[in-house]
C-alpha cells in the first residue's frame, strides 16, 4: 500500500497552484448569489475553516515564487540600467579611428560590413565587443564579416554626436 505525502500538492506546477489559490479566494469571498448559484452555501457553512486554510497554504506556496519573479524583473532592470551606461560611455571613449570605422556602417546605413581582423582598429572595436564577427569563414584574405552589436547601433542612432570627430572637420554619421 503506498502512502501519500500531504505535501505532494506543493510539487504541483505554479500555474495549477495559482489557478488553485484564485478559485479558493472566489469561493471564500464571492458575492452569495454567486456562491448560491454554485450550490456551495452549504459547503461552506460546514467547511469555511478549511477552505480558509488551504487557501492560506497556497497562498503561502504561491507568494514566494511572485516574490523571486518580481525581485528579479527589479535586478534586471537595474541591471540594463547600469550596462547602458557602461556602453554609453564605451562609446563615448572611442578613439578617432574607431569612430570613423564606426561611421562607416551609419554612412551606408547597415549592420554588417566585411573588415580586415588584422587591423589593429577593427580589432579593438571586437575585442571591446563593439563589433562582433558575423562568420568564423574568411572572405578572401584576412577579410571577416563583422557586425555592430545591436546595443550599439540603437544608441549610436539615437545619439549620433558619439561618433563626432571634433574640429577635424569629418561630420558625424546622419541619423
Not at 506556496?61 to 537595474?78: C, E, H, R, Y
Amino acid at each position: 500500500m503506498t502512502t501519500i505525502n500531504p505535501l505532494d500538492w506543493l510539487k504541483l506546477p505554479q500555474r495549477i497552484l495559482w489557478g488553485l489559490l484564485i478559485v479558493f479566494a472566489l469561493v471564500l469571498w464571492a458575492p452569495p448569489w454567486f456562491i448560491d448559484g454554485l450550490g456551495l452555501q452549504d459547503l461552506l457553512k460546514t467547511y469555511r475553516i478549511y477552505v480558509g486554510a488551504i487557501f492560506l497554504l497556497l497562498l503561502a506556496a504561491t507568494i514566494p515564487n511572485l516574490a523571486i519573479w518580481l525581485f528579479g524583473g527589479v535586478i534586471q532592470s537595474i541591471s540594463d540600467r547600469r550596462d547602458h551606461k557602461a556602453h554609453i560611455k564605451q562609446l563615448e571613449q572611442l578613439t578617432p579611428h574607431e569612430k570613423r570605422t564606426l561611421a562607416e556602417f551609419f554612412a551606408l546605413d547597415t549592420r554588417s560590413m566585411t573588415l580586415d581582423l588584422r587591423h589593429p582598429v577593427n580589432a579593438a572595436l571586437i575585442n571591446s565587443k563593439i563589433l562582433t564577427p558575423s562568420s568564423v569563414m574568411p572572405r578572401p584574405g584576412t577579410r571577416f564579416p563583422v557586425t555592430v552589436q545591436a546595443w550599439a547601433w540603437k544608441a549610436i542612432k539615437a545619439n549620433p554626436d558619439l561618433l563626432a570627430l571634433g574640429d577635424d572637420g569629418v561630420p558625424p554619421p546622419s541619423g
